[in-house]
């Protein structure tokens, strides 16, 4: 066998390209919700807390499915995070090449039909205890890539179980059938996902989704008990009296009340009494109605943290504030919900993507969606504020505040302010420009304080060496485009035309001087004249 047949069988094995869990129809546990009352409750927790945890996961499978109001409020809390655009942002965005690296994984992942719904089963352990997916790699012919993601699948709850409290997958045969054994994840196979907040509960006791069983086992129950008072005491019923010794008179009021039901009448005698009762539904339906909402009430709060969002009351004079709170609590756990999956894609997904690749580019910063609008409009204000006080973002903390928002931003050109050139030698006197070095006359500067009018004008100067560079020589505005900042700062620190001159000479020692002689000396002219009036 060849070193290459060996190094490719030693790849296989060690990195995974298929899944491992066969997921059929006949694995489902059958439905028990139905069935299910409060010592059959009791039963599935104790079992769930021995570690087998199969017919708890069912259950929670059948309160979902079956309950409007639970799975309702479950898709709010996963909608808040993957309604938002998942995005990729490159830690440096100016350089091409972790951009273009940026871009073709964004490509990879958000274009892979199971992305939503691999996404969404993470997000499940919002209520269960952890949440189980697999994910396997082909070779892959893009350029500079080794192995791609071939597939993401979700490893159903019914699959897990913490036998003796280890965490553990069910074994399954060929046809989808469990073996009675069970083995611990594949770290290159498997990767998990937890967003709850339940750091010192056992995960096999059920997570989050526990506190919620009884609630919804009252409000089915109490459905189920109005329905049945409905049936017994929602229609009037009748009462007949007869002469106990008139039996003929009995049995004509029997059967005339018999019939009542499909004539929708009775035929009696001037001398027999009837008398017609409806029962008070309307009380026991007020309090069954109350019961139903208090059991959902709690439900909401567990799941979306509020209950304004469900349904819709009269809070008073004080219904904005408390909306505003609830709104503020709903808003922290979409945060939370996104800063998690966030770094589960980041550590689970894109780590070992990058360790099969060997790439030593930099991870790129993953997120869902942006920050709320009020901490946008609280960036907008403090830059706002740093710059009138003559502060502005750098570079990186331009790139940080776009990543915030969710947008790309950059700074906003400056026109260049109006340049006066005069010959260094006989002060006041013009000196003549050459033609591509023309001056190009600036928008006024608004009213600013001092301080803030200075950084305004050194920022034009700035932009006015920049014009000057480009309309000169556009060949060697490329060629100082890598030292541009050396240039701005040989310039605009000089003390006198002399030093800014010995400083540029320096600079372009490998230049053309017959390209450069030109330039050089209007830009040493109208630099000067910038130079004072920013100062």
């Not at 339906?285 to 567990?302: M, R, T």
């Amino acid at each position: 066998m060849s070193l290459k047949t060996s190094l490719m069988s030693l790849a296989a094995n060690l990195v995974p390209t298929q899944s491992r869990v066969i997921v059929r129809g006949r694995q489902q546990p059958p439905v028990a919700a139905h069935t299910l009352d409060v010592d059959a409750l009791h039963a599935t927790l104790r079992a769930a807390e021995q570690g087998y945890t199969d017919r708890l996961f069912a259950l929670y499978r059948d309160i979902i499915s079956s309950h409007a109001h639970t799975q309702a409020e479950f898709s709010k809390r996963k909608l808040a995070v993957l309604g938002q655009p998942f995005t990729l942002t490159s830690i440096d965005p100016k350089d091409p090449v972790q951009e273009a690296h940026t871009q073709a994984l964004r490509d990879h992942l958000s274009d892979r039909t199971e992305w939503i719904k691999a996404m969404s089963h993470a997000l499940d352990s919002v209520l269960y205890p952890i949440s189980v997916l697999e994910r396997w790699y082909a070779p892959s012919d893009k350029p500079g890539w080794r192995y791609e993601i071939a597939g993401i699948e979700p490893v159903p709850h019914i699959h897990l179980a913490w036998p003796f409290g280890n965490f553990s997958i069910r074994d399954t045969d060929e046809w989808g059938v469990f073996t009675g054994t069970y083995s611990e994840p594949d770290p290159r196979l498997h990767f998990t996902h937890q967003a709850h907040l339940l750091s010192s509960v056992p995960d096999w006791w059920g997570g989050p989704m526990r506190a919620i069983l009884f609630w919804w086992l009252f409000a089915t129950m109490d459905r189920d008990w109005w329905v049945r008072f409905l049936d017994r005491f929602g229609s009037p019923f009748l009462q007949g009296s007869y002469d106990p010794s008139d039996e003929r008179g009995r049995y004509e009021l029997e059967s005339a009340f018999s019939a009542a039901t499909k004539l929708f009448g009775i035929v009696t005698s001037n001398d027999t009494e009837v008398k017609l009762h409806q029962a008070n539904a309307t009380q026991g339906g007020d309090a069954f109605e109350k019961f139903h909402s208090v059991a959902n009430e709690e439900i909401s709060k567990l799941i979306v943290g509020q209950t304004t969002s469900a349904s819709a009351k009269n809070t008073g004079l004080n219904g904005s504030g408390q909306a505003t709170a609830q709104a503020d609590v709903r808003d922290d756990i979409r945060q939370y919900d996104s800063h998690c999956l966030a770094a589960t894609v980041k550590t689970q997904l894109l780590m070992p993507l990058w360790q099969l690749n060997g790439w030593t580019l930099p991870m790129p910063h993953v997120s869902f969606g942006a920050i709320e609008s009020k901490d946008k409009a609280l960036d907008g204000q403090l830059i706002s504020s740093l710059f009138t006080a003559g502060i502005e973002l750098s570079d990186e903390g331009l790139n940080e505040v776009s990543r915030n928002v969710g947008f790309g931003l950059q700074r906003v050109a400056v026109a260049p302010p109006p340049i006066m050139p005069v010959n260094p030698g006989i002060p006041g006197q013009p000196v003549a420009l050459s033609a591509a070095a023309a001056p190009v006359m600036p928008a006024r500067l608004p009213d600013l304080p001092a301080v803030a009018r200075r950084a305004a004008r050194q920022r034009q100067a700035r932009g006015a060496v920049d014009a000057l560079v480009r309309r000169a020589s556009p060949k060697l505005a490329r060629m100082m485009q890598a030292r541009a900042e050396d240039f701005h700062a040989a310039i605009l620190s000089a003390d006198s035309p002399e030093a800014a001159a010995s400083a540029i000479a320096a600079l372009t020692a490998a230049y053309d001087p017959t390209e450069c002689g030109q330039l050089i000396q209007d830009i040493l002219t109208s630099a000067a004249v910038n130079a004072a009036i920013a100062s």
